[in-house]
């Protein structure tokens, strides 16, 4: 393009991380199975776990469900905190954000 | 896995998702906000959500698409360079990289330029997974920022020691997503204030000095365009703070610190007066410290009591949750004027002096019995988290005082800077000493960094002198 000007400039977000992670394999179905409920601490949450809770065993008599809260409702959890409760649990229902 | 956000978080929720490495976890989102409807509302809108709850744990789903790759270079064109760099502008501030004022176009030969401010590789680490996009931030992706916000490479030691400070504070990237309105504050000793020109002086935490704004602005660039903080989508800041530009950094009065026989706050952690240090919080915006209607300033006592009032308006921001179910207070960061903390140290204070009283006068002044306490924070509630967090509060007698501000004075800090005057600033952290403390590290000067100065050819800000 005769007169223009180019200009070549970085892109400043950075490579895109591919981690490799999967989600895990969906479950079949909720009977039998824990459920964890997991609240990250802000208003309410807490009660709505606790209705999805009701409903769950309603649908599944023979689930159990579990309660946790995780130590921040931000972003990047201490090492292994989520660790700790995935390995308690089946599934898991969590809250995020406000 | 489900994860619940409400419709407004939405974005940030995929955002968080995309950097966990998992973007097609499923998301029930509900209507915002969750916070203060009925129980009978929040039960109708578990009813309403379950169906796809369930669905979303028993069924794969894949709605939302994996993050594409962007390129690494990008070709602008212009009929000049006038309109070349403001197409440059155009598209990167569309393309929410930045902060909304024209940036400097980071061309290959302007980032090589920058990375010669330090010896690190281009490709090692500063942050492993920034958040909330999971991306690293390596040395040249840092050089890229900084040249973009108006640094010079020898900011560089200073803005890899802050940002690495800043990866340490437990809720550091959280503070970006939160609704709450709060900014990085990056304090600096040593003689590398003096050697790079950051202001210790009048105007200390303002406008005017470019390793001040370069510093900061890098910094606030860096959360952007690498961790992904972008307001309405990932930055959920209410109202924003004007600090969200550069950050606020400024480095001690070392002069003052002399004159006063006060130790400098790197020293209070244990370094030596000489070395090179920074010190990243987060904090949220700044108070005036003293109320001089018709009052008089002759005594630290008198002094005392406008920091207890200061502190008034913010006794109860303090979270009491803690990750390990334990009582958890309220930090305060204080930015004393050279008068401020001359007023203290003539009369024999020392800084510990003033840390101590503030702390026990603060937690005990601003506090009320257990009972009303509970009632007002709303600290017991009626499902479980509450009540197995409370469980040792509800076996203090009812008349207990309690406090959201902490009554160890390690939560306190002090920092002295600026010009003449008594208005220092009081500055409450986001949140409590266990999600938001004050990191100090020694920052690494490269081998070279006396020419690496030379090439800066910095030209120290004509100040004037404090009348003692």
Redesign the interface.
């Known amino acids: 393009m005769e007169g223009m000007v180019e200009l070549e400039v970085l892109n400043p977000e950075g490579k895109v991380v591919k981690k490799g992670k999967t989600l895990a394999p969906r479950l079949e179905t909720l009977e039998g199975k824990k459920i964890g409920l997991v609240w990250n601490g802000k208003p309410n949450g807490d009660k709505l776990l606790i209705e999805i809770g009701k409903l769950l065993k309603e649908r599944y008599p023979s689930a159990e469900t579990v309660s946790h809260r995780v130590s921040f409702s931000g972003t990047k959890l201490p090492p292994g905190e989520l660790e700790a409760i995935a390995k308690d649990i089946d599934a898991g229902v969590f809250t995020s954000g406000d | 896995?489900?994860?619940?956000?409400?419709t407004?978080?939405?974005k940030?929720?995929q955002t968080?998702a995309k950097?966990?490495?998992?973007p097609?976890?499923?998301m029930v989102v509900?209507p915002?906000?969750?916070?203060?409807?009925s129980?009978e509302e929040?039960?109708k809108?578990?009813?309403d959500?379950?169906d796809t709850?369930?669905s979303k744990?028993?069924?794969?789903s894949s709605e939302i698409k994996a993050?594409?790759?962007?390129?690494?270079?990008?070709?602008?064109?212009?009929?000049?360079?006038t309109?070349?760099?403001e197409?440059?502008n155009r598209l990167?501030l569309e393309r929410r990289?930045g902060d909304g004022l024209p940036l400097v176009?980071?061309?290959?030969e302007k980032?090589d330029w920058m990375l010669t401010g330090t010896d690190l590789s281009p490709e090692d680490l500063v942050v492993d997974?920034t958040?909330?996009?999971?991306?690293?931030?390596?040395v040249r992706?840092v050089a890229?920022?900084a040249v973009?916000a108006g640094a010079i490479p020898a900011y560089m030691p200073v803005i890899i020691a802050a940002l690495r400070a800043f990866d340490q504070i437990?809720?550091g990237?959280?503070?970006v997503?939160?609704?709450s309105a709060c900014a990085p504050m990056v304090v600096i000793n040593g003689p590398i204030a003096r050697q790079l020109d950051i202001n210790s002086k009048t105007n200390a935490l303002g406008y005017g000095w470019r390793a001040n704004a370069g510093i900061g602005r890098t910094i606030e660039?860096i959360l952007h365009?690498?961790g992904?903080a972008i307001p309405g989508i990932s930055d959920?800041s209410t109202l924003g703070n004007t600090h969200t530009y550069t950050s606020i950094v400024f480095a001690e009065n070392q002069d003052v610190l002399d004159d006063i026989g006060w130790p400098s706050y790197a020293e209070e952690m244990g370094y030596d007066k000489n070395a090179n240090t920074v010190h990243t919080t987060i904090t949220m915006a700044g108070y005036k410290i003293v109320f001089p209607y018709g009052g008089v300033l002759d005594t630290p006592e008198r002094f005392m009591d406008n920091m207890i009032w200061a502190s008034a308006p913010v006794g109860g921001a303090g979270w009491l949750?803690g990750?390990?179910k334990e009582m958890s207070a309220q930090m305060s960061t204080w930015v004393f004027s050279p008068e401020n903390a001359r007023c203290f140290a003539l009369a024999g204070w020392k800084k510990y002096d003033v840390r101590n009283l503030w702390a026990a006068r603060a937690s005990r002044e601003h506090s009320l019995p257990k009972k009303e306490f509970v009632k007002k924070i709303g600290l017991v509630?009626d499902?479980?988290?509450?009540e197995g967090t409370c469980e040792w509060i509800k076996a203090l007698p009812d008349d207990h005082p309690m406090s959201t501000w902490s009554p160890d004075p390690r939560h306190t800090h002090i920092f002295v800077a600026g010009g003449a005057g008594l208005e220092g600033q009081f500055y409450p952290n986001f949140s409590h000493e266990s999600?938001v403390k004050t990191i100090t590290r020694e920052i690494e000067l490269p081998k070279n960094w006396d020419e690496v100065l030379e090439k800066a050819n910095i030209v120290p800000t004509p100040m004037p002198k404090l009348p003692w």
């Open positions: 896995m489900a994860v619940h956000v409400s407004l978080f939405e940030l929720g968080n950097g966990l490495g998992v097609h976890m499923g509900m915002h906000p969750l916070e203060g409807r129980l929040v039960r809108q578990a009813e959500a379950i709850i369930i744990l028993t069924r794969d993050e594409a790759a962007g390129a690494e270079v990008i070709k602008i064109t212009g009929s000049d360079y309109d070349a760099y197409q440059f990167y990289w176009p980071p061309t290959k980032v997974e958040q909330p996009s999971g991306r690293p931030a390596t992706q890229i920022n973009m437990p809720w990237w959280g503070s997503a939160t609704t660039m365009c690498i992904g959920m949750r990750p390990n509630r499902s479980w988290m509450g999600y």
